[in-house]
């Protein structure tokens, strides 16, 4: 079984200071069966996200969609 990957983010609070956040994806085979390549999002880049909300409130989710820098969205699951 391959394990899961995870993206983590930096944003802007509702205090204007930067909170972290956790995403968890699909394993690493599975995004690339679906088209990602290593360095299709690096640290650093800005990116667009839609992801669920985890149930408890707490910054993460399980990540749906990703859009790169320049890119068009893709499935990340």
């Known amino acids: 079984m ?3 990957t995870w993206i983590y983010l930096e944003v802007p609070g ?3 200071e930067s909170v972290v956040w956790a ?5 690493p085979n599975a995004l690339l ?5 290593p360095d299709s999002v690096e640290a ?3 990116i ?4 669920h909300r985890l149930k408890d ?3 993460g989710c399980l990540l749906g969609f990703l859009t790169p ?9």
């Open 57 to 59: 409130g707490s910054n």
């Open 2 to 4: 391959n394990p899961h």
């Open 44 to 46: 650093g880049d800005h």
């Open 48 to 51: 667009t996200v839609r992801c």
């Open 14 to 16: 509702e205090d204007g």
């Open 33 to 37: 069966r679906g088209g990602w390549q």
């Open 23 to 27: 995403l968890e994806g699909g394993s």
């Open 69 to 77: 820098p320049g890119g068009e969205e893709k499935e990340w699951d």
